[in-house]
């Protein structure tokens, strides 16, 4: 395990395989996945980070390590690589964290002035009152729609992961799924779940392939019937909880960003 920045004044214990995955989930996202420069320079970072080599984090350490500059002739003060890459990957962990890696678990950054990662939990707040008085939602199982071996325990897990993630970042606005009639049409329970003050329903799939898991996800608003936010999680394929707790927190991030910017 290895001490991690938590806050501007606290330190809290990270478990360095939970960084590693944090990691990986950066480097397989969309913002990152096409940038094999930038992949290489935040791994080289963030492994040094993990394993408390602060000196190795030099900008004349970096530009021979991750930018393989001749260490007989490079000159950081001449070559500016190492400081224009770094503020690029800034922009990049900026962008990652606004979109697919909204309400992730643990949030890696590089302050400037700086090449050492700041890595740091992240907790969902709950909603302040004027949204808790606002919005109920209602959570309709996510469906498998894939004939992979692991897909309907990998969907179930993350249903419940979900729920668990919904809870606290919306408190006592989310309606859980047993209160629906599986039986009743699709029609019956809108009706049914508007009817004691339900606003939107959150409903969507996951699909799954070789190499990519998809969670497609819709929020409908009931009173008028139709999709008020839709969005598609892709994520490299491996089943594993750190996958499923990654996922159900990007969505509660991107459900509290719809919210708040309504």
């Known amino acids: 395990m290895i001490a991690m920045k938590k806050g501007t004044d606290d330190v809290a214990v990270i478990p360095a395989a939970e960084v590693q995955a944090a990691l990986e989930l950066i480097l397989a996202s969309s913002v990152f996945i096409n940038a094999p420069r930038m992949c290489r320079l935040l791994r080289f970072l963030v492994e040094k980070a993990i394993s408390g080599s602060v000196r190795d984090t030099s900008e004349y350490a970096i530009g021979i390590e991750v930018f393989d500059r001749d260490p007989s002739a490079y000159s950081a003060s001449e ?132 190499e990519r898991i998809r969670a497609s996800i819709r929020l409908v608003d009931i009173s008028v019937g139709c999709i008020a936010w839709s969005e598609q999680f892709d994520r490299n394929a491996f089943f594993a909880i750190a996958l499923q707790e990654e996922i159900a927190l990007s969505i509660c991030g991107a459900l509290k960003q719809f919210f708040c910017h309504e």
Do not use: W
């Not at 962990?93 to 949030?107: H, Q």
């Not at 508007?194 to 969507?204: A, I, K, R, S």
């Open 79 to 210: 070559d500016p690589i190492v400081r224009v890459q770094v503020g690029r990957l800034r922009e990049k962990l900026k962008a990652y964290y606004g979109t697919s890696g909204a309400g992730s678990g643990i949030e890696i950054s590089i302050p400037i002035g700086s090449y050492m990662p700041v890595i740091q939990r992240m907790s969902m707040s709950v909603m302040d009152a004027d949204f808790k008085q606002y919005c109920m939602l209602a959570i309709h199982p996510f469906k498998c729609i894939s004939q992979h071996g692991d897909g309907v325990p990998f969907t179930q897990g993350l249903n419940e992961e979900l729920m668990h993630q919904l809870f606290k970042a919306f408190g006592k606005t989310i309606v859980l799924h047993s209160f629906f009639t599986h039986n009743d049409n699709e029609s019956r329970i809108l009706k049914d779940v508007f009817n004691v003050g339900v606003n939107h329903l959150l409903e969507g799939s996951v699909q799954i392939d070789a």
